[in-house]
């Protein structure tokens, strides 16, 4: 059984009383442990469809279903549920709150587990250690570059041990070389933790670091192709 599966899923945004079809029709099932990558020029539709993925919006029609589960049949505080223990979201303007540091930025997903203090600051420093940053855990947003900010994003993304993560243009407001090192972070933790990643991107260079390559055009799935030998990134040494 595949890990997400939508079948014709429509979306429909309504402008006072005009219709504006985005999504029409997407069949699309993603395993357990792909790297799959999302390609299409501004306006496709592309976050709208992960933002479906991620139970972040409602589909206007179709099925989804995430490990067997029914989405559609599901309440908000259910689809919260899925989304805190199931899925993990990395933006592309990272989203951390300005007046936490990284650890307490990393922290916050654990929270709602009710985790104990000294459990949760022991697994996010953990976290920030795996992406590179164990030495900028007192560090605030402001105190840091934007390629750090995003590793801290994917620190708060993993940490949760998520099944999936959710990435919308991750390397979208970064330097090439800080992009490289999303990848690198990405397929370890695709390659060495078994995490099923889902990017979007509209860099043709970004998108071929994943095994699977869906190309959407105006709100459809134009091709889909299978990428046999992915880009592999390396982390820059400092
Ligand atoms: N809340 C909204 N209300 C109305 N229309 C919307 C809304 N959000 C997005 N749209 C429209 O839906 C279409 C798809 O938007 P979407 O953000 O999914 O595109 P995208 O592929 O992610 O583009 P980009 O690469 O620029 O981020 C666009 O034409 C956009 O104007
Ligand atoms: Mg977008």
């Given at each position: 059984m595949s890990l997400l599966v939508l079948k014709d899923i429509k979306h429909t945004y309504k402008l006072g009383?005009?219709?504006?079809?985005?999504?029409?029709?997407?069949?699309?099932?993603?395993e357990k442990g792909e790297f799959?990558?999302?390609?299409?020029?501004?306006?496709?539709?592309?976050?709208?469809?992960?933002?479906?993925?991620?139970c972040l919006d409602k589909p206007s029609g179709g099925s989804y279903e995430i490990d067997g589960q029914h989405i559609e049949k599901l309440n908000d505080n259910q689809l919260a549920d899925i989304r805190n223990q199931f899925l993990g979201f990395v933006f592309q303007s990272f989203?951390?709150?300005?007046?936490?540091?990284?650890?307490?930025?990393v922290e916050l997903p654990l929270i709602y587990r009710g985790m104990s203090?000294?459990?949760?600051?022991?697994?996010?420093?953990?976290?920030?250690?795996?992406?590179?940053?164990?030495?900028?855990?007192?560090?605030?947003?402001?105190?840091?570059?934007?390629?750090?900010?995003?590793?801290?994003a994917i620190a708060r993304a993993f940490v949760g041990e998520p099944s999936v993560i959710l990435a919308d243009e991750p390397t979208g407001a970064l330097d090439s070389q800080s992009g490289q090192n999303i990848m690198a972070i990405f397929q370890k933790l695709n390659t060495d933790h078994g995490?099923?990643?889902?990017?979007?991107?509209?860099?043709?260079?970004?998108?071929?670091?994943?095994?699977?390559?869906?190309?959407?055009?105006?709100?459809?799935?134009?091709?889909?192709?299978?990428?046999e030998q992915p880009l592999s990134a390396l982390i820059e040494e400092v």
């Open positions: 009383n005009i219709n504006v079809n985005v999504l029409k029709g997407i069949n699309m099932s993603i799959v990558s999302i390609m299409g020029p501004s306006g496709s539709g592309k976050s709208t469809l992960l933002n479906i993925i991620g989203h951390l709150l300005p007046e936490l540091d990284a650890i307490s930025n203090t000294s459990e949760r600051r022991k697994k996010a420093k953990e976290a920030l250690e795996a992406v590179g940053l164990g030495q900028r855990l007192h560090h605030r947003p402001t105190q840091m570059s934007g390629g750090e900010q995003q590793r801290v995490i099923t990643i889902v990017q979007v991107t509209h860099e043709e260079e970004i998108a071929k670091h994943g095994t699977r390559i869906f190309y959407l055009k105006d709100g459809e799935i134009e091709r889909e192709v299978v990428n």
